[in-house]
């Protein structure tokens, strides 16, 4: 961090603090809520079971400080492995200063703990995950002579659990991400948790819609379903070849070619402002015969939006399957096997509403003999 | 209209006027999208296929040109059967007068047609009507006896396909609509329409995203399935009784009481900004003995916004199904039977993006000896 622009360290900060305001933001939703059940004619209110949120927002508020108290947890982990930063402290009644869009980034990480790293979410990961580390195996087997030699890069790599299971199997993976909510969240559960079933936050509490109880709402999920170095199998003597890389893809990795076996994206490439630049680095970062395994949906994240937020808003463009597909041919890649699979993101199983995505999943292979 | 208010006559030409400025709305996102694709690089405009949206983007401009003759048709229905309005002409080049809300529901409108209109949503329907029409006919059997005399209310009837199929069915039926957009859009259907597959519409073009193909984004959807006249029977002497009512739910209904045999809500009870008020109405307009039958989620419309907009943002209460529950038995409503169905709501079959809902179905009496 010590040879970071002075705006990027604003950022660095920015995000931190929206970590430490969570309670304070939801607490507003909370406080909404009661509001406007108490505003409720007296006779309406009777008709409400004893179980109704109006009667049990305190489990609300506990749930939002639960929730609170394991974010500290990160905000701790950050400040003592990260740059020395001068957070202030924070009451939920202070005014918050984080922007709407931090805060809501910090309820979408409670949800990609659920994703990445918990019991309730091992559905979710065997719809994403599965296919894709099977794919890996078919096309790259791990075998006593090539143990962590083989090396698998997993951009937008969020929480690390895909990554992890990809090290753990043998290969010498590096999952890149370049958002610091994920980043501060992926460093503490790969390196701060020391336990399977450490932690229980609740990440359901946020929308009020769609819950057939309030107990859905309130639902506890614990993290994590396996201890990172479990899982790695550190315990067993293993010695895996794992690494994370912060900061932006293309910029990551502006000065690296042929030096990758394998490049994994899961729900990635329509995070770019334009595909076909994540294509062509792809092409320059494999190894000739180097394989690119994807699954995922084509919801270009820079579609909608202003471009006085976000230059990248101005540049987006949404290519659809086909149009990819015959740039990835003038890319040198050839698609060796393709399908399409349904798989959900970050998906509260209990909630009455779900977005299910018709994923994209393919093996390309960068060929070793372009054509003139 | 004559004993309208001026806020609700502005409202009136306003919703009118956003009919007409569609396709001038749609072009300024076909033009976005063109500068984008337009401002790539040189060598990657030449990698993308001969089907691409870059060398394609007439066929884009085309289709919403098409949509807007389309639009155009239920502006003059309107014109011409409702009040005398004084509507400006519209090219695609004048300054949008209308609020991005309009325009964003008149894109709404087009997917309304496919889900309730079109052979494209017949699967949507048999999820979301046939259980429901199945669950009427178990309740309410039609004889000869009673043809035409069992009064069956369908608030939120959108564009009134399930009203007219439970009049064609052998119901007094009634749809009640509150949303211009969708009266404006009903009216003409019902009543311009002549034969089936008379017009075709362009519903898929406004979202590139989740694309399969450009073809699909393209992909024409031919309305109505069935000539309104031809699913009541009126060429084979059938004398349906079929009505449409304007207005808000509560205020339309205000000062009636114990006439409906039945009310069918389908994705209807969270547009209420007080789903108790609903509920309340309802057992108020049953007869004793009568039937409520609901099918649909509990995404409730005015949860998010702000108060600015409209006041019902601040008084949004969301309740989760178990709480409904217990409050229909506090207004004298037993559940009969109950159980839970995955629908979709105006579902683009051909996205990778799709959203599924796992709707409350349930079948309620008007107890008609209610506890003291």
């Known amino acids: 961090m010590e040879d970071q622009d002075p705006e990027e360290q604003a950022h660095y900060e920015s995000v931190l603090l929206s970590f430490r305001e969570y309670e304070a933001f939801v607490m507003r939703e909370i406080f909404r809520r009661k509001k406007h059940l108490q505003s409720l004619p007296v006779d309406m209110q009777r008709r409400l079971p004893p179980t109704s949120t109006l009667r049990n927002l305190h489990h609300f508020v506990n749930a939002a400080h639960h929730n609170q108290l394991f974010l500290e947890r990160i905000v ?38 659920v994703r990445d790293w918990s019991e309730d979410g091992k559905k979710e990961r065997e719809m994403c995950y ?11 087997p791990v075998k006593p002579t090539n143990q962590n030699a083989q090396r698998v890069l997993v951009p937008g790599a969020g929480l690390g659990r895909l990554a992890l299971e990809i090290a753990s199997r043998g290969y010498a993976a590096q999952g ?61 003597g293993n010695q895996p070849d794992f690494s994370m890389c912060a900061g932006e893809f293309l910029e990551a990795y502006a000065n690296d070619s042929e030096c990758w076996d394998c490049i994994v994206t899961c729900f990635f490439i329509d995070a770019a402002p334009n595909v076909m630049e994540y294509i062509a680095a792809f092409e320059r970062l494999l190894k000739p015969g180097g394989y690119w395994i994807n699954l995922g949906p084509l919801l270009y994240h820079w579609q909608n939006g202003s471009g006085d ?10 290519l659809s399957y086909e149009e990819i597909k015959h740039v990835m041919g003038t890319y040198n890649f050839k698609i060796l ?32 003999t372009p054509s003139a």
Not at 77 to 99: D, I, R
Not at 130 to 140: F, G, Y
Not at 183 to 207: C, D, K, T, Y
Not at 309 to 318: I, L, N, P, T
Request: with cysteine; hydrophobic share 40%.
């Open 76 to 113: 701790q982990a950050q400040l003592e492995s990260g740059p020395a930063v001068n957070l202030p402290q924070v009451t939920p009644k202070t005014p918050l200063q984080s922007p709407m869009r931090h805060l809501s980034k910090i309820k979408s990480t409670l949800h990609q703990f």
């Open 130 to 140: 599965s296919p894709i580390l099977k794919e890996l195996k078919r096309v790259l």
């Open 176 to 236: 890149n991400e370049f958002s610091y909510q994920m980043l501060f969240a992926s460093n503490f559960i790969l390196n701060w948790a020391s336990q399977a079933g450490e932690f229980e936050i609740h990440p359901w509490i946020h929308n009020p819609s769609n819950a057939m109880s309030i107990t859905d709402l309130l639902h506890p999920v614990v993290i994590p379903d396996v201890a990172p170095a479990e899982l790695l199998g550190l315990d067993k």
């Open 309 to 318: 937020d976000d230059e990248r808003y101005e540049q987006s463009v949404e």
């Open 337 to 368: 096997k393709e399908s399409q699979r349904e798989c959900v993101y970050t998906n509260n199983a209990k909630s009455m509403m779900r977005t299910v995505y018709n994923c994209a999943f393919f093996t390309a292979v960068k060929d070793a």
